[in-house]
């Protein structure tokens, strides 16, 4: 029985839910200090970097703080703080991980926990070699999180249901705004994903309950210029107010991304490149081609921090993900990622397993044929059952001066 | 005693609190109704536009329905549609005022309530003074409604404090999100406001539970760019992430929109102008002399929309004004407009009161002098003061599928 001192981390951009994880990172270490696993449970600083400069913060002290773990699950980015480090192969860098070697030997770490996305399973998959390489043990457990949904293994990640709330919610509001005046008006909304559609397919969620937006266009289909203009012409021959939302990673057939374009030649006033996105140049062609009044709208940060609106059953399976990670480190596995799989059989409801981290570090998940519609600008009834379990459950934040409460480690 | 219809409508920008004062019309209405004062109440369809049109919808159906009032309070936009007309004086266009007075009659309309800004307060006006000119007795009151809160002789105006209360708690994630990593990065947020700084200020607000921005500048002060290049410097020397708000109508010395200079060259792909804003400008003016990472923020649609994280003080008070501006009617005012008055004396409270048309409908109320600090950068305590009561208390609409309940008429 490995017993120890553990070590957690958060990595990559921020989510509504990346704290809920650690929470529950932190009850699980709460309990196996309770049975004399766990010693005590640090947090590394702006991940993997902060790590390196031995920049640790003794979470143990939290252990059984229910007020302060409860606030922490409300509170938006990585409390943390975060890093973008990829780390380099210990042939390359061997320097970087005897370091950290000799971290993990110092403070008898034998249990490390990464909450991430991609390049953070890419860290668990090379320090988990690298321990078994150097005969120190030690249990190295990768936590999916993303707003993207894009990685393999996982029914969907901790992170995208709170953004794909907030994107839904958005996009039914700024419906119902657009559809106040009789002028005719196309309003574009670009939603983060740069390789995977999976948040932008959720803003066709509103359609459940109401209208939806008119066209949707994700990355995993070829953006036509011709056939947009075409479908945006004819939803204006319906109604006034079309609604269009676009990934920020939409491209035309030869492989360069629509946002791409504007940063090509345009220069504003101080001479210097214009870095406008697929929204903007999509406003340009609708104001070019069809002369209509038009907007767009970027959603920007708030789709990763937007924890008001975080979706209650994305941030109980956060919680749950985190619990689950410490359980598989304790029964023995390194080199894994925690999972979530849906059981479909009656109802939504979901467990908790695990994937060789060796299948995930470098894959990405896009969002399938069967849930694009054949035209490619709009998603399938497929799809909407995917989606629709993950933004259920309302969050009750406390609040302070109208505003939510958020910790500060 | 008039006896007779009632018409309401809404007109300019939608807020998230507009349909609250609706409800609260259409309540007011419903007493009247009982006390035998008012027949039905007709509800114009576009504002001023579609009555014109002759579209009106009868709202007495809905006259005790407390479970569709209920979500109409949470539905943001204008349920009943908008526009933005401006009546020119009957002198110059007497047949469009020869047409409304047809309307009345036909309609046996003596009740007319118009739910809007400065362009919506000038149609009360010319309204009322036309209708008293022609000897039909009708009572035209207005009851405010702006995210702007400029208008003068009221305390605030309905649909502010949730606009605020959006910006303020989407300015705090947004801290939680830009302090995850260690890398000097400037963030600039642009928020609503051309002529007023009230929504910017609002901004302030996170930094009475916590962080706040590092700057704000208001349309109140002339923009300096040596100022505003050398504070962000100073504000990156204390820490990495800084955090700018910064309202669209912010002015050089010349008089000239900061955001205007990049309309004026920058051509795009399709050689279509650039209509990027002030962040966008702003966010070149930092990377050109300051070198460091910086993005912008442009808080667009949802500042007017985001009925789901509406302030409840702020609903309240909007049902409560549109209650009240029956009341003056019933009791013989027109050409009036409902009013806000803050009692102050123990803690915040309200009480409605009214104020002559004559002097609001074309004047703006800025954000005084003693609300912004010494150097232009930022608000006072006392601005913190008059801001902080708006923004309390948080509303629980109806969700289905995970998302809002809204109500279409």
């Known amino acids: 029985m490995l017993i120890g001192n553990a070590v957690v981390g958060q990595s990559g951009g921020p989510t509504a839910a990346i704290n809920a994880t650690l929470s529950g990172v932190i009850r699980g270490c709460a309990e196996a200090h309770r049975a004399g696993r766990i010693e005590t449970l640090y947090g590394m600083r702006n991940g993997i970097d902060g790590f390196l400069q031995e920049r640790l913060v003794d979470l143990g002290e939290r252990f059984f703080d229910e007020e302060w773990l409860s606030a922490l699950e409300n509170t938006p980015a990585a409390a943390l703080g975060s890093c973008r480090k990829k ?168 492989g360069e991304y629509v946002g791409a374009g504007s940063q090509s030649g345009a220069v504003d006033v101080f001479g210097h490149k214009y870095l406008s996105g697929t929204g903007k140049v999509l406003e340009s062609l609708v104001k070019e081609r069809i002369g209509c009044k038009v907007r767009s709208v970027e959603l920007s940060l708030p789709q990763r921090c937007a924890a008001h609106i975080a979706s209650l059953t994305d941030l109980r399976e956060s919680i749950g993900v985190g619990k689950a990670g410490v359980a598989l480190a304790l029964d023995g596995n390194t080199g894994v990622m925690a999972t979530i799989e849906r059981v479909s059989a009656d109802g939504y409801s979901v467990e908790f397993g695990m994937a060789d981290i060796k299948g995930i570090a470098n894959a990405i998940k896009t969002v399938p044929e069967s849930y694009i519609n054949e035209a490619g600008n709009g998603v399938t009834e497929e799809c909407l059952g995917y989606l629709a379990p993950l933004v259920i459950g309302e969050n009750s934040p406390r609040y302070d001066h109208g505003m939510p409460v958020h910790v500060v480690i």
Chains 1, 2 share one sequence.
């Open 87 to 254: 780390l380099k192969s210990h042939e390359v860098d061997g320097e970087t991980y005897a370091r950290m070697l000799e971290i993990f030997k110092r403070h008898n770490i034998r249990y490390f926990f990464y909450i991430g996305g991609n390049d953070s399973m890419d860290t668990v998959l090379k320090l988990s070699d690298y321990a078994a390489a150097h005969d120190y043990e030690m249990r190295v457990v990768g936590i999916p999180k993303t707003i993207d949904n894009d990685l393999v293994a996982t029914d969907h990640t901790p992170g995208f249901g709170s953004a794909a709330k907030f994107v839904a919610t958005t996009v039914k509001e700024m419906i119902a705004d657009v559809n106040v005046y009789t002028v005719k008006a196309v309003t574009i909304v670009e939603v983060m994903g740069r390789d995977a559609g999976w948040l932008t397919a959720a803003s066709a969620l509103p359609s459940l309950s109401g209208k939806g937006p008119d066209l949707i266009y994700l990355p995993e289909r070829i953006f036509d210029e011709d056939e947009f203009i075409s479908s945006v012409g004819a939803a204006l021959e319906k109604h006034p107010a079309v609604l269009v939302c676009v990934s920020e990673g939409i491209r035309f057939a030869s």
